[in-house]
């Protein structure tokens, strides 16, 4: 299986200024149809997850442009331009490119 | 508007089987797969396996194997998944999500894109 690495593990953060997560695979998510389905979801406390970001850098319907995705191969990004009081809770990474689908451990955000 | 919504919370004793249920509507049940992801207590997601509503192809996660069954209704949107054998360890909110789009859907593949609001399944004696 594909084991999704993400750093920082908790990232406490002060309104209004910008946080970065990172997200590392064991192997490429390049897929054999040239796409890379790598997705980052937000769960805010007690809420099921939300999916954020498809592909590497697509905001999903409805997600704010504060959020935007980057990387590729095996190393990809998670950036919050501003970060606002909703913006809390756990950030996963995942990727769909391989059998079985694998997600990151997790990471906290939090407001100073 | 699109939706999964999930049935209620379960306590069952070790050694049970528990069938938690996911009702679609909003859109065709059968242009998208269903994936099963649960998370315990404080800990992150684990994939379990997914389910095309067309055909009910299924693959499981190893961890599962044997002890997942994954199957749906088209007449009624509803897609299934039941685990038995039960431990304590099974003790966790399970959520289903939508998956990939059909061949024939019109559109990006977006993922897991749709979340059902979670089931809680307590084991315990």
């Known amino acids: 299986d594909i084991v999704m690495t993400q750093t920082p593990l908790s990232s406490p953060v002060t309104l209004g200024q910008p946080a970065s997560i990172s997200c590392r695979s064991s192997?490429?998510?390049?897929?054999?149809?040239?796409?890379?389905?790598l997705s980052w979801l937000q769960q805010r406390p007690g809420q099921p997850p939300r999916l954020l970001i498809y592909?590497?850098?697509n905001r999903f319907s409805g997600v704010p442009d504060r959020f935007s995705g980057s990387g590729a191969g095996t190393d990809f990004t998670l950036k919050i331009s501003r970060v606002e009081a909703e913006d809390v809770g756990v950030y996963y990474c995942m990727q769909a490119t391989q059998f079985p689908p694998t997600f990151g451990q997790g990471t906290k955000v939090e407001i100073k | 508007q699109v939706q999964l919504v999930q049935s209620g919370a379960e306590v069952k004793k070790p050694g049970a089987s528990v069938k938690v249920s996911c009702k679609a509507s909003g859109y065709t049940f059968t242009s998208y797969d269903i994936n099963w992801v649960r998370q315990a207590t404080g800990q992150g997601l684990e994939w379990m396996g997914w389910m095309n509503p067309n055909s009910g192809n299924t693959g499981y996660a190893q961890k599962f194997q044997g002890r997942v069954t994954m199957t749906r209704n088209t007449s009624i949107s509803t897609a299934y998944m039941e685990l038995s054998s039960l431990r304590s360890e099974d003790t966790a909110v399970y959520y289903c999500a939508r998956g990939r789009p059909a061949p024939w859907v019109r559109g990006d593949d977006y993922g897991m894109d749709v979340w059902g609001q979670g089931t809680t399944v307590t084991v315990s004696s």
């Open positions: 592909k590497i850098s």
């Open positions: 192997q490429s998510l390049v897929h054999s149809d040239g796409n890379t389905y």
